[in-house]
């Protein structure tokens, strides 16, 4: 558990907030029993009920403490990639976007059950098990499946998480390749989830597990600001792609937003937004 007022625990959100990041983190002391509801961008006009293929406005569900994906800045106005991503593919495509700020676990039931939301935009890796559910726009971002320890960890490969501790985050496109490792001899001792990747970094560091697993996306800004706390392994996960999630009825909408990021990509828009959030080449 995360103690607000521990120490260690202070100063890993005090080095995200100086990372432009952080103040989404503040969340990572305790998780609300309401957190499933989603919050809508006050900013946001109000969203027809119409389905999203035939209206001008479309309700976007995001993780709002995702840096450097999707977040809050000090104003309380939901910014990042995906944010600006978005914001330009939807303008593209003349509709305007109503952001719904959902807690991770509730994607699936406010975009395919109670549809809450007519899509889900926020560091979504495909998957076999997602793409299965979901219609999936075309990819937008490269994301590389890694494997975090802290820095003096003697764990140099994957075959040395044999008898250790590793964390995840919930619902992680990871967890099938992890829990398969996990029973084939005993090869992780322990698989624990967390609601946030900054609590996987956070337990490293207080050695209540041994290593995590997340997108590099997701330990970027941190280790940018913060260098010398973690080290990556050189064996990783494999590659992933990030891509918009909408309903398998949503075809029409979804090849829409195709054609507004294929001429993000060929304009060199989709690059521009992208090194102004991650600062390197792919």
């Keep these: 558990m995360i103690v607000p007022g521990d120490t260690m625990t202070q100063r890993l959100l005090s080095a995200w907030r100086t990372s432009c990041v952080a103040a989404t983190f503040l969340a990572l002391a305790a998780c609300s029993p309401g957190g499933n509801q989603p919050k809508t961008d006050a900013a946001a006009p109000a969203a027809a009920a119409a389905a999203p293929s035939s209206t001008q406005f479309l309700r976007v569900g995001v993780d709002g403490n995702f840096p450097p994906m999707v977040f809050r800045d000090g104003k309380g106005n939901l910014v990042g990639y995906d944010i600006d991503m978005s914001r330009e593919a939807f303008k593209r495509m003349g509709v305007t976007p109503e952001y719904h700020d959902l807690h991770w676990g509730a994607k699936d039931n406010e975009l395919l059950k109670t549809k809450t939301v007519d899509l889900f935009w926020s560091g979504m890796n495909i998957s076999p098990e997602r793409a299965a559910i979901y219609e999936f726009s075309v990819p937008y971002l490269s994301n590389r499946q890694i494997v975090v320890v802290p820095v003096d960890s003697p764990i140099r490969s994957i075959a040395d998480l044999a008898g250790k501790r590793v ?30 990747y900054a609590g996987i970094l956070v337990s490293m560091i207080e050695g209540k597990i041994d290593a995590g697993v997340m997108g590099s996306v997701a330990l970027d800004a941190y280790q940018k600001n913060t260098p010398g706390k973690f080290r990556v392994l050189d064996e990783n996960l494999g590659e992933t792609n990030m891509a918009a999630a909408f309903r398998k009825e949503d075809r029409a909408t979804v090849e829409k937003l195709n054609r507004a990021l294929e001429a993000m990509k060929a304009d060199g828009t989709a690059e521009k937004i992208r090194v102004q959030w991650f600062d390197q080449k792919a």
């Design 167 to 196: 964390g995840a985050q919930r619902g992680s496109s990871l967890l099938p390749r992890l829990e398969a490792l996990q029973s084939t001899g005993g090869r992780i001792a322990k698989l624990e989830d967390f609601e946030e």
